[in-house]
């Protein structure tokens, strides 16, 4: 499994030994950065746990009684077939680290730890080799994508339409292939801002973590007319929208070698689910509207997202709706929240409803409007400012001239939707 410099490394230690964790940690303590040890007793929990962990290094020890290690090796290869096999054994146990290796572990260590820096050596010698069966090329030979994290400190900032707009608009200008994720599990928008019908959403992805890839990951999206890719949210009464930090990791990281941009989204981040799509962001915009209240909920979610160790570097405040009559001013916003802002987008109440309510983002259909070449400007200091490697041009599309499907579905939604407005 390929681990993503924005992820973190997940470690599932299987061990009937408590002290054999603490020992374990100790070790990789400051000797492997950005990293979670996760820890499972019991043969059978093992198996279960590696299937909703989705971990990168599977560390097995021996002392699982009644359990062949060759046997066990096989089993959790099968759960988790993107990760890599460690295997702990006892100095007299050469046999079974014989096993172990047959069955598809890549490598051993003999207890007990007694040399922290040698055992993190082999647990960065393993992951570097890889796994068993791992592909090479197609998706590890794409260069990453960018994330941009949309989110606001309440509700009403318009940050689902800035990230559908800012999502459409970086589709538009960069000619690159651009997935939108509806992350706003609480009070999801997105489908109704695009009028698309949620056939599938994220929970379809969970129970295939394991063997996550493109093609998995292209059959749940949903394909918008503007060439936008869309990760739909389940309805907000599902309980798999309570999805766990490693899984969200998983997608985000799958999402990123498939997408040159990832636009999330989000909402309010209030728990770690949210925080799993603030980790793995390029950028953090934070919408504000230039109204007193939001901002004191703006300097509150600033606050959180410091003590969370986000640099400020990372976070965007961008004013929607700047130029509102009796607004406040972007200096005086700048001074109140201590951090400058990034992009303004002017006031059209009355055409961001409109958009809203046909499923017909202004981008498409008002594309000379005040509100839809901002939009485009501001796609356009994000593609300068968070340059893509070198590659060719959306890979998605299926034809010649598919680059220019947002403005052909600009004019039809224009002419479908018979909007007055000039």
């Not at 990168?56 to 993107?82: C, Q």
């Not at 915009?285 to 959180?304: F, T």
């Not at 998605?396 to 909007?419: H, I, M, V, Y």
Request: hydrophobic letters at 45%.
């Amino acid at each position: 499994m390929t681990v993503s410099i924005y992820e973190t490394l997940r470690i599932l230690l299987v061990s009937g030994q408590e002290e054999l964790r603490d020992l374990v940690e100790s070790a990789l303590q400051d000797r492997l950065p950005n990293h979670r040890v996760y820890w499972v007793s019991q043969a059978d929990m093992a198996l279960q746990r590696a299937e909703e962990l989705v971990p990168h290094l599977i560390v097995l020890s021996d002392d699982l009684r009644g359990t062949a290690m060759g046997f066990m090796v096989r089993e959790l290869a099968g759960r988790a077939p993107g990760a890599a096999i460690l295997v702990l054994i006892e100095p007299t146990a050469v046999a079974q680290a014989s096993q172990a290796m047959l069955a598809g572990a890549r490598g051993f260590v003999v207890k007990p730890i007694a040399n922290p820096e040698e055992f993190a050596s082999s647990v960065r010698e393993v992951l570097r080799q890889g796994t068993p069966g791992e592909a090479t090329g197609g998706d590890t030979a794409r260069p990453l994508g960018r994330v941009l994290v949309f989110c606001a400190p309440k509700g009403g900032t318009g940050r689902t339409t800035l990230a559908i707009n800012t999502a459409i608009s970086l589709h538009m200008e960069t000619k690159r292939a651009v997935a939108l994720v509806d992350a706003d599990y609480a009070a999801p928008a997105v489908d109704v801002a695009l009028n698309l019908q949620p056939e599938r959403t994220i929970a379809d992805l969970l129970p295939r973590l394991a063997r996550l890839d493109t093609e998995l990951i292209m059959g749940v999206l949903a394909h918008h007319a503007s060439g936008v890719h869309v990760l739909m949210a389940p309805p907000p009464d599902d309980t798999a929208a309570d999805i766990p930090l490693p899984q969200v990791q998983q997608i985000v990281a799958t999402l990123r070698r498939t997408f040159d941009w990832v636009v999330v989204d989000l909402g309010l981040p209030m728990n770690e689910t949210a925080y799993a799509f603030l980790d793995s962001a390029d950028r953090i915009v934070i919408s504000v509207v230039p109204e007193m209240v939001g901002l004191r909920n703006a300097r509150l979610l600033l606050d959180g997202l410091h003590e969370r160790g986000y640099p400020e570097s990372k976070v965007w405040m961008l004013v929607n709706r700047a130029t509102l009559p009796g607004g406040i001013k972007p200096s005086d916003i700048e001074a109140r929240l201590r951090l400058p802002v990034s992009f303004s987008i002017p006031d059209d109440q009355a055409l961001a409803t409109h958009a809203v309510n046909r499923g017909v983002p202004a981008t498409l259909s008002h594309p000379r409007s005040a509100l839809a070449k901002a939009y485009r400007q501001f796609a356009h200091k994000i593609a300068k400012e968070l340059p893509l490697a070198d590659a060719s041009p959306d890979p998605l599309t299926e034809a010649p001239g598919a680059s220019d499907d947002a403005t052909e579905a600009g004019s039809k939604f224009k002419r479908r939707a018979k909007l007055g407005r000039k």
